[in-house]
């Protein structure tokens, strides 16, 4: 079935907002598995709102006690800063099983859209072999509707994240289908480029099945913000327990 990554940056936010320990990251992350989730992501950035260097450290030793994947998503352009060591020294320090790139920026409050390849492809490329130098399957963000996403192969990637957030603006408005017939052919482009296909933003348990069912052979769908935003009334092991129930309905998707 396609696999469930459960983003824990919004647990990170509430512990800050407060200072102190509680909520309990590891804690969390811990629940999460238990309930099913077949890895954690998590998205650092270079001011620390949410996501901590020490947190990236302890969520990747859990992950592999658990032996599931960790997600560690970031902009691989941005340079280091005090707090921050940069993207690619915490790939070296945690050797993730899979690296997502994103092209935010410091300020941005959250992803919203994909790279533009002809512009960025020939600085991502090294980047991306050092990436995978680390054993990393390398995941790049990219628009649905973009024609070139093809040439994230040609930059290196192993798989491209289908950004969903207009995906999911309208399914909210009641008019989903043209944003899936575009995921559906942008898909198609990027699995015949010989790249695995994950999926991620602003998904819930209401869109999600409907996406999965369009677009066949998504890999992995990262989820975050609407998972604990729906924990907060149902609790995150049944959350969690309910997201596993929408992914299992779904075949195998092929690993790439």
Do not use: W
């Not at 598995?33 to 998205?43: F, N, P, Q, R, S």
């Not at 950035?45 to 599931?68: F, G, K, W, Y």
């Amino acid at each position: 079935m396609t696999a469930l990554s459960v983003n824990l940056n919004k647990i990170a936010v509430l512990r800050n907002s407060r200072g102190g320990r509680e909520p309990d990251l590891l804690h969390a992350g811990r629940v999460c598995l238990d309930a099913g989730a077949h890895g954690l992501t998590v998205h650092p950035r270079p001011d620390a709102r949410h996501i901590r260097h020490d947190d990236v450290l302890q969520l990747n030793a859990l992950c592999r006690e658990r032996s599931v994947e960790f997600n560690i998503e970031g902009n691989p352009f941005a340079p280091p800063r005090s707090g921050y060591p940069g993207l690619l020294a915490l790939c070296e320090a945690c050797r993730p099983a899979q690296v997502t790139l994103v092209p935010d920026g410091d300020g941005q409050l959250t992803s919203d859209h994909g790279f533009d390849f002809a512009r960025d492809g020939t600085a991502l490329q090294p980047l991306i072999r050092a990436f995978k130098a680390l054993g990393c399957r390398v995941s790049v963000f990219a628009d649905v509707g973009d024609p070139a996403v093809a040439d994230a192969a040609a930059v290196g990637a192993d798989r491209i994240e289908l950004y969903t957030g207009p995906y999911a603006e309208a399914f909210a408005a009641g008019q989903p289908e043209p944003a899936l017939a575009v995921a559906v052919e942008t898909a198609r482009r990027a699995r015949h480029a010989g790249l695995g296909v994950n999926a991620g933003h602003d998904l819930n348990q209401a869109n999600l099945g409907v996406l999965l069912a369009r677009v066949p052979g998504i890999c992995e769908v990262s989820i975050g913000h609407a998972l604990i935003g729906e924990s907060l009334y149902a609790g995150m092991d049944a959350t969690v327990r309910a997201y596993r129930r929408i992914v299992d309905r779904f075949p195998l998707a092929a690993t790439g």
